[in-house]
Each structure stands twice: as C-alpha cells, then as structure tokens.
C-alpha cells in the first residue's frame, strides 16, 4: 500500500466549476501536511499547507482530518489557469525530515 | 532572490556511463533534499543532508547512488554505471524550515 494514495483524475471540469481531491495516507506519525501543485513540466511549488481545524487561501479551502488519515482540497470557481496536477503531501519531522509525495491527481479546466 | 538552481537541466547517457548532477541550493538554506520523479507519479525521496553530513539516505535505491555536499552548500548526486530504470527527472530542494523550495530538475535519459 503507498503511504499517500490520491485519485490520479483527470478531473475534467468547466470553468467556474467547484472541485475537490481527496487524499489518505498511511503514517500515523505523519507531522505536517500540505498541497503541492505541479505543472506540466515544471517543479512542484507549495499551494498551501493543512490544518485541522482547516484554513482557507481565497477560492481554496484545505481540510485535515487526523482520526480518519485523510486530507482534502477544494477548489471553488474553478480558472483555466488552475489546471495542473495537485500533489498531497505528508511531512515526516523527528529524524526522518522528509515529504512523502502521493502520486498527483491531474485537474483540466476547459472554457 | 535567487531560487534552486540545477544543472544540467537535461542529460541523456548510454547505459552503463556515469553521471553527476548538480544542485545549488538558496543561499543560508541549512537543509538539501534530492527526490527523483518518474512519469506519472509523485517526487520520491532519495537523501537529505543537513549541512554537510548525510541525515538520512534511506531513499538511495542502491549503492550506484551516491550524494555529497563537501561545503554545506552545493551538491551532487552520482550516478554510477547507469542503467534504463534510472530515467526520470531527478529534483533538488532546499529549506530553512519545513517549506521546502524545488528546484527544475534534471532530465535523465539512459538510453
């Protein structure tokens, strides 16, 4: 079983459309957490990090639910320029230091 | 500033040949991560130096691989007798805290 697992999409949608990915993960020992976003070719950057109690970057709203292992994103009215692949990302502190990656799951907005 | 710089950004090798690639971190970035993203799938950790020691290289597939980072700063991954599986984009980070900073990656081709 991978430590992150995702829906690899492709999520087609039109613009203005509301989406969300969904994301578990293995580790219980998992510290931090974040969304990543990677476009064709290019380096993942960091959207935003996840918090419990959820928190809100203008039209994306994060979610973290410990007990259940499983983190959300989601997108509301959605831009062409969204399209990219997201990337659920756990962070291992304590010695190990290291982003556990899942697999990506792909976003197409079409006009 | 200045981000992670990579180079090459693009190598094709025969198989069987040695390859080093390099990663310049962001300057004062105490912590340098490598990962290597194969098609279709998330970055998956090889090794990260805290400084100039090697804190965890538990991601090295074999012993062809091998990083150094000498000064603390610039570092290079090695790639010894290569073979076709060890095709994928191979990506540094950086990070002072637990944002990590990418760099473009390098392209490896082992034909």
């Known amino acids: 079983r991978k430590e992150v697992e995702q829906d690899p999409g492709p999520f087609n949608v039109p613009e203005g459309a509301t989406v969300a990915f969904n994301c578990t993960y293995s580790?219980?020992?998992?510290?931090?957490f974040f969304w990543y976003r990677q476009d064709c070719r290019k380096e993942p950057k960091l959207l935003m990090s996840?918090?419990?109690s959820g928190n809100e970057d203008g039209r994306f709203t994060a979610q973290l639910n410990r007990a259940s292992q499983y983190i959300s994103l989601l997108i509301r009215d959605s831009k062409l320029s969204d399209s990219a692949t997201y990337l659920c990302?756990?962070?291992?502190?304590?010695?190990?230091?290291?982003?556990?990656f899942g697999a990506g799951t792909r976003l197409a907005v079409h006009p | 500033g200045a981000g992670v710089s990579q180079t090459p950004s693009n190598k094709v090798t025969e198989k069987g040949k040695y390859v080093e690639l390099r990663c310049d971190p962001i300057?004062?970035?105490?912590?340098l991560y490598w990962y290597r993203q194969s098609l279709g799938q998330g970055p998956e950790f090889l090794i990260y130096?805290?400084?100039?020691?090697?804190?965890?290289d538990s991601g090295l597939p074999n012993d062809r691989f091998f990083a150094v980072r000498p000064e603390g700063s610039v570092s290079t991954l090695k790639i010894q007798r290569t073979e076709r599986g060890d095709s994928a984009v191979y990506l540094c980070?950086?990070?002072?805290?637990?944002?990590?900073?990418f760099g473009p990656g390098t392209r490896l081709t082992v034909l």
């Open positions: 980070a950086s990070s002072l805290g637990s944002e990590q900073f």
């Open positions: 300057s004062g970035h105490t912590a």
């Open positions: 990302v756990v962070f291992l502190s304590g010695g190990y230091n290291k982003l556990i």
């Open positions: 996840v918090y419990s």
């Open positions: 580790n219980s020992a998992s510290q931090s």
């Open positions: 130096f805290q400084g100039t020691g090697a804190a965890d």
